[in-house]
């Protein structure tokens, strides 16, 4: 009997094929392999789950014990965030003629050439630059690349990256960034943000941006949800130090946010997963690297990327792989960093959401996202003891001090959680000059009723704190939960 | 079809046109949901929530298309790619069957609709797919310890270099340990990630027997070694026999040894990483393991030893029990069934980790795939699949030894090859200056996608890579292997059919002239109409 | 305007592979090759090149300067292309004084390129009658083809020469071109005459080893054993010159046979410019023969001899094509002493019979460490079996000089080549 995934797995097959190759055994054609590497005792798996019925019933078992963002009501965002992903990007990204296969060649490939290419195309008009690469890994693998490139263009030796940064992010470029006792390492300064609106301080900006800063990344909205309304001026400061600035976006805001080629970045970065990707939790990640269409950008890209060109018929288009030879895969460890297998099945998916929403529905989905988060602020600063940090100019996101209540945000959320509610990032720890803040995102998904819902539940515990304040001035709390609250 | 003259296939041709230029303004494929009233009047002016010197100010050149267009436009170029719907032997990349089961698993909410920040509480079933997969990692190498961070196998060998600068620094030895050495038929990450991360570079060529000698090795070696990063077998399906000396010379000069799995197919329940001697390994998932490969995304599993497991990029999935110890049954598969009481999945951040390679825990929905090809497969299963790739690979090596203008790369190894096995058509290109990328184009008018070359670089010229893992039935192998005859015969005696092919294809060959002309490249429609304006 | 394409053929080019002679680069192996049933291979060739060119795009634009008879025009006529003849006279049978003239009269028409089926000794000839002042693409049509010139198959001749003639005519008339051109060594299992720029083709001019052990010179037994002989063992190249040759952007030139377009060219150029900015100012550094240690010259605004040793220090050059005396007079001079050297040609020699100036004398004043070598990995890659060497008696006698050793191939990468005495 064949295992449904083997097809050759037949007693007649195998004797033709050991014929043909004029073996008598299998194991006659492993010789190769010295018999003291080979496996001394049978592998201890888990038993088979040969048929399909025993598999499905094992996996919704456990995945059973999972609880998903939209039973519940979830806050959280941080630089990863839940958007309605409309049905037809999973039905074209889960085609099968593109879900398996890594290359043809550009003729039997042109589907999929096309699709990365509108990628790539649609992606630049969002972001008014006119050179995007195919994806990386994700937004942090992105900024760590673009600041590699920029030191590769000018020389030198430093970055600079805002304080407020998503750590998860910021741990991912300090890797990029090497070792102090290794080559090529690059010294990795910060820009401090401003306390009263929560931007990147341009004072520190300057003090900081001295000849051997290759590059200044910044990010907009930042990792506060702030709108960074100087972009443009940081273009010019940069600009003037000879470094390259590199602007990390969440593509989904440029309906209503200025893109980055207008603002004066000759290098963006951000995430592809708003834009049609589910959470997958956590694999969804993508991040782009998109420049000017300038050879000096384009020369120390790590990526592939599709160019439209000719083909041997005149008139007739065709989409080949532009600048190969610079990759690691074309030029081993003299390429640009490394090149791998990435995500390039979600730069399809995409393409569909950039084209069903058309300019239109990036206005729309901007506009939904800021007229939700600023009326979200406004219900929230008004329960009391909480308040909301920097109460104006933000997109999607905002940072929300709990510090007037006398609980921590770890037992808010634990409590929040107990009520069907995954309350926002707790920032206490990772930015504990907030005090007790938590990061509220709040998208084109969440309604009035949704943003009552949690009012709701946060008066309700914050008034069994306040009594609980008036019966036990020493403040002990009953724990909410064992958890901790730091996810 | 007819063993003789191939497939009577055609490509699709829908001439689609870019997305840029279907739809009509005003068109719209998706509505967003509206704002309530009360909202509408809280926020007032959305505009006006954002300072002017960051608004847009002029719409994004996107197309206005209605729903069913965009659908049919990628449904056209979907069908415009040929990919696996005919007979794939892509190697190096272990092309498998991805089950329809593990699709329709992660297109669940429970897998879809998971924040990679929610608290550990809400995620248990995830987390412990992902300790059961680690367990299972642990078995089939070794290890100690897997991750899942790294999102492909390039970015395992990046995790393993920056392990490698964690371990040299904690001994004080780094700025002394600047060199990782690999062997020229390695995968080309290997090399790029190590230089990436500021280490030199020393690559072994290929010397007799066709690999890269132990003589070569130790001269390369020092106390400046980092770290060695190979694969084996390699992607001549030839294996190195002397791996175990490798690895002993390496640790004895302090450097650490990294097995690159990505031929794992051949391997597979055979032999074991760690016990081989190496201290880190890499799995891919999205090829050995039944996840789709796609380009992406994709999971290289990264595994260690203890002694390397503090260095771990975060958060490791623990299982914890009642005693609040980790690891409740040790690393052994008596793990209870889901649901116990008394053991819980928590996130634990390595005391000396090198942080994160990338966001969050991975590509999980790659991750519970793989866990359901494992118990799908079983252990006799994942045995007999290794067998069938070797099985089918020497079969196709079989044939191919009488199809003229073909020759074995190392034809001076005489033993049987692994699960792969790469081959030269240059014999074929000095008869009929018919080269490998003229039969690849060829191939593909009988619905028979492009072999893989090779990486660079091409030590064997004009070459082809077929692997076809435990997937491909006897009757598309030998398929394929038609196929290839015939477009090789057909150089002989009418080489401009083969030279100017495809002929039934989307789209006639490229002429590849603009891709690396600045003048010309055009990575982005608004590039392509600045560069060309008369089109 | 149309482009010129000058174009010749070595009619008894290759006649000598399938019958286990090293070539036909003489007139004695020519006979001696049809004598043993040896069959034209260099006008098939070359047919299949020029078929190539004619029928890419812009052959309309093309008029090919052929030289007469089985010398080109014979050929020429039947591949569709526009033909003129070249007004040189050639020999029955015809010689390197005839592929020379033929040559010389093509770059005198004021032709663009130079297409010629052959060898490495119809290169060498070619070289001979004309430098660098015309570019040079090499149909591969002999038995030893170590040159860079040559492109790896007829075919791919024929693509590079129509893709450098289309990018010409993208360009002004008369503007220089470097980016187009880029240079390739010429090398050659030949006698010293040719180094001292002797051009001399007779059949007495047999100073290589396998000729003088005797075996090509028509012993029953060396036909017998007579192998399809691309392979021919261990010969002394010797780097005959540096030719122009057109820049391939996908390597398809023999000895870059990997599709990476890193070869030659800006690569090697970093490397030299690394190499360059490390040297030690207290040390005299001899710079061996080559197209790749003479980058390292340039990287320092210097010109040296690309074919001799040339000597230098603090950035000035202390000596050019320098004689073993004047380099043990150097070496005296100064503290510490560097050696660079670049592999010559596509079999790896590292020291040849052309370098006798780095002989024992010099050699024993020189440890392992101070040795340096360069390549690009492409040259390293393409070399079967993966061997450096040293083909000089009494260099080998240097054991440091042999087994395993670090070559460059860029700044902070090595390859680790086995080197043999040879």
């Not at chain 1, 037949?10 to 590497?37: K, N, T, Y």
């Not at chain 1, 090529?184 to 004072?203: I, N």
């Not at chain 2, 436009?73 to 979907?78: I, K, R």
């Not at chain 2, 792969?420 to 009929?432: F, G, H, I, P, V």
Request: glycine share 12%; proline share 6%.
């Amino acid at each position: 009997m064949a295992h449904p995934f083997m097809a050759s797995a037949l007693a007649d097959q195998r004797a033709e094929m050991l014929e043909e190759i004029g073996a008598e055994s299998v194991e006659e054609l492993f010789e190769q392999i010295p018999q003291a590497h080979r496996l001394a005792a049978p592998l201890r798996l888990p038993p088979q789950l040969a048929s399909e019925a025993a598999l499905r019933r094992h996996l919704l078992g456990l995945l059973s014990r999972t609880s998903t963002c939209e039973e519940s009501l979830s806050f959280l965002g941080g630089g990863y965030w839940r958007h309605h992903v409309p049905a037809i990007c999973d039905e074209i990204a889960a085609r099968r003629e593109w879900l398996t296969s890594v290359w043809g060649t550009p003729s039997s490939d042109q589907g999929r050439f096309q699709a990365w290419f509108e990628y790539a195309s649609q992606l630049g008009e969002l972001l008014d630059l006119d050179f995007v690469g195919l994806p990386v890994y994700s937004w942090g693998c992105a900024a760590g690349h673009a600041l590699r490139m920029a030191a590769r263009m000018t020389g030198r030796g430093r970055v600079l990256v805002p304080e407020v940064l998503d750590p998860e992010r910021r741990a991912v470029i300090v890797n990029y960034c090497g070792s102090p006792e290794l080559a090529a390492h690059l010294g990795l300064g910060t820009v401090a943000w401003r306390r009263s609106d929560g931007r990147v301080d341009l004072d520190d900006l300057a003090a900081k941006l001295s000849s051997d800063v290759a590059a200044v990344y910044v990010e907009n909205p930042n990792f506060f949800g702030v709108v960074e309304d100087q972009v443009a001026e940081v273009a010019v400061m940069v600009s003037d130090a000879g470094a390259e600035l590199v602007v990390g976006v969440d593509p989904l805001s440029l309906g209503v946010l200025a893109p980055p080629g207008e603002l004066g970045a000759g290098l963006a970065v951000g995430t592809i997963q708003t834009l049609g990707v589910h959470l997958n939790a956590g694999g969804g990640a993508g991040g782009f690297i998109a420049s000017r269409d300038e050879e000096r950008y384009a020369r120390e890209f790590p990526t592939l990327q599709v160019s439209l060109c000719d083909t041997t018929e005149p008139g007739e288009r065709g989409f080949g792989i532009s600048l190969f030879a610079q990759t690691s895969y074309g030029a081993r460890e003299q390429g640009n960093d490394w090149t791998g297998n990435s995500v390039y099945m979600w730069s399809i998916a995409n393409a569909a959401y950039m084209a069903v929403m058309g300019p239109q529905g990036f206005a729309d989905v901007g506009a939904a996202i800021l007229q939700r988060s600023h009326h979200a602020a406004q219900r929230l600063a008004a329960l009391p003891g909480v308040r909301v940090r920097f109460p104006s100019g933000f997109f999607k996101e905002l940072v929300v001090d709990f510090g007037g209540t006398g609980l921590r945000v770890a037992e808010i959320n634990g409590a929040l959680r107990r009520r069907g509610i995954f309350g926002g990032l707790d920032l206490s720890e990772t930015f504990p000059e907030l005090g007790q803040s938590a990061l509220y995102c709040l998208t084109e998904l969440h309604t009035a009723a949704d943003v009552e819902r949690l009012v709701a539940a946060l008066d309700d515990l914050l008034g069994d704190a306040a009594d609980a304040m008036v019966s036990d001035p020493a403040g002990a709390m009953p724990s909410p939960s064992a958890g901790d609250g730091r996810r | 079809m007819s063993g003789t003259r191939g497939r009577r296939y055609h490509a699709a041709v829908w001439d689609e046109p870019l997305v840029h230029e279907l739809g009509h303004p005003g068109r719209r494929g998706a509505l967003v949901p509206g704002v309530e009233s009360e909202v509408a009047a809280a926020a007032g002016d959305p505009l006006a929530l954002v300072s002017p010197t960051a608004r847009r100010r002029v719409p994004p050149a996107l197309p206005e298309l209605s729903e069913w267009e965009v659908l049919r436009h990628y449904l056209h170029l979907s069908q415009q790619t040929l990919g696996m719907m005919g007979v794939s032997l892509f190697g190096t990349c272990t092309m498998k069957y991805n089950p329809a089961l593990s699709e329709s698993l992660t297109s669940l909410p429970q897998v879809r609709e998971v924040h990679p920040l929610q608290h550990e509480d809400t995620v248990q079933g995830l987390l412990e797919i992902v300790y059961r997969l680690d367990l299972v990692l642990r078995e089939l190498s070794g290890m100690d310890r897997f991750v899942f961070q790294p999102g492909g196998g390039a970015d395992a060998a990046w995790l393993h270099v920056c392990m490698t600068r964690a371990y040299h620094a904690d001994r004080g030895e780094l700025a002394e340990r600047d060199e990782v050495v690999t062997t020229i038929q390695a995968h080309p990450c290997n090399a790029a990630t190590a230089a990436a991360a500021g280490f030199k570079v020393i690559t072994l060529p290929l010397e007799e027997g066709g690999r890269a000698s132990l003589s070569a090795l130790r001269s390369a070696i020092s106390e400046r070694t980092a770290a060695l990063m190979v694969n084996n077998p390699d992607d001549m399906g030839i294996y190195n026999p002397d791996i175990g000396d490798w690895v002993e010379s390496v640790h004895s000069v302090g450097g650490l040894c990294f097995y690159d799995h990505a031929n794992f197919n051949g391997v597979m329940g055979k032999l074991r990483a760690a016990d081989l001697g190496f201290d880190a390994c890499m799995f891919m998932l999205h090829k050995t393991f039944g996840a789709p490969k796609g380009n992406g995304p994709a999971v290289g599993a990264y595994g260690c030893t203890e002694r390397l497991a503090h260095y771990l990029p975060g958060p490791l999935v623990t299982a914890i029990g009642l005693d609040g110890k980790p690891d409740p049954q040790g690393a052994s598969f008596d793990l209870p069934a889901f649901g116990r009481a008394d053991v819980t999945f928590r996130l634990v951040e390595p005391e000396r980790g090198v942080g994160r390679v990338r966001e969050y825990l991975g590509n999980l929905p790659q991750v519970v795939k793989a866990y359901a090809w494992v118990r799908a497969m079983g252990a006799d299963g994942i045995g007999e699949a290794s067998d069938l790739s070797v099985l089918v690979s020497n079969y196709i090596d079989a044939r191919l030894r009488s199809v003229r203008g073909v020759t074995r790369s190392n034809p001076e190894v005489g033993t049987h090859r692994l699960e792969m096995c790469r081959y030269s058509l240059e014999t074929l290109a000095q008869e009929t200056g018919v080269g490998a990328v003229d039969v690849q184009h060829r191939m593909t008018d009988f619905g028979i996608d492009a072999f893989w070359l090779s990486h660079e670089p091409w030590i064997v010229p004009e070459p082809f890579t077929p692997e076809a893992g435990e997937l491909w039935s006897k009757e598309d192998v030998d398929e394929w292997l038609d196929v290839l005859a015939l477009v090789c015969a057909e150089a002989y005696e009418h080489p401009e059919v083969v030279r100017t092919a495809p002929h039934r294809q989307v789209t006639h060959r490229l002429d590849g002239g603009a891709l690396d002309d600045p003048a010309r490249w055009a990575t982005t429609w608004r590039a392509y109409r600045a560069k060309r304006p008369a089109s | 305007m149309g482009r010129l394409v000058g174009f010749l053929v070595n009619p008894v080019a290759g006649m000598g592979g399938r019958v286990g002679l090293h070539g036909t680069d003489t007139a004695a192996r020519a006979v001696e090759a049809r004598r043993r049933g040896g069959s034209p291979v260099a006008p098939l060739r070359s047919a299949r090149a020029l078929r190539r060119l004619a029928s890419s795009r812009g052959a309309d634009d093309v008029t090919v300067l052929a030289a007469p008879a089985s010398m080109g025009a014979v050929v020429a006529a039947s591949s569709g292309l526009r033909v003129r003849l070249l007004d040189v006279g050639v020999g029955n049978p015809t010689s390197a004084a005839d592929t020379a003239a033929a040559a010389a009269a093509a770059a005198g028409a004021g032709a663009d390129l130079l297409l010629f089926a052959g060898g490495d000794g119809t290169a060498a000839d070619v070289l001979s009658a004309v430098g660098r002042s015309i570019p040079l693409l090499g149909i591969p049509a002999g038995v030893k083809m170590r040159s860079g010139v040559f492109a790896a198959t007829p075919e791919a001749a024929g693509d590079l020469a129509a893709q450098h003639l289309r990018r010409l005519a993208r360009v002004p008339d008369g503007e220089v071109l470097p980016a187009l051109l880029t240079t390739a060594e010429v090398v050659d299992a030949h006698p010293a005459d040719r180094m001292h720029g002797g051009r001399s083709h007779d059949a007495d001019a047999l100073g290589e080893r396998g000729r003088r052990a005797g075996e090509w010179a028509g012993s029953d037994r060396a036909v017998q054993t007579a192998q399809p002989a691309v392979e021919p063992g261990p010969m002394a190249n010797t780097l005959i010159g540096v030719a122009l040759v057109p820049r391939a952007d996908d390597g398809r030139l023999v000895g870059t046979k990997s599709s990476t377009s890193l070869q030659g060219g800006t690569a090697l150029d970093t490397l030299a410019e690394a190499v360059a900015s490390e040297l030690d100012p207290e040390t005299l550094y001899l710079v061996g023969p080559g197209t790749t240690t003479s980058r390292v010259l340039g990287a320092l605004g210097l010109e040296g001899d690309v074919l001799g040793v040339d000597a230098v220090t603090r950035g000035e050059l202390v000596g050019v094509d320098l004689s073993e005396d004047e380099i043990l007079g150097l070496v005296d001079e100064y503290p510490r002493t560097g050696l660079i050297l670049g592999v010559i040609g596509g079999q790896g020699m590292l020291l040849g019979r052309g370098n006798q100036q780095l002989g024992p004398r010099v050699l024993s004043r020189l440890s392992p460490d101070d040795v340096t070598i360069l390549s690009s990995p492409d040259k390293l890659v393409a070399l079967r079996p993966a061997l450096l060497r040293v083909d000089a008696g009494d260099q080998a006698s240097f054991p440091w000089l042999t087994g395993y050793r670090r070559v460059r191939v860029a700044p902070r990468r090595y390859m680790m080549m086995r080197v043999d005495a040879a």
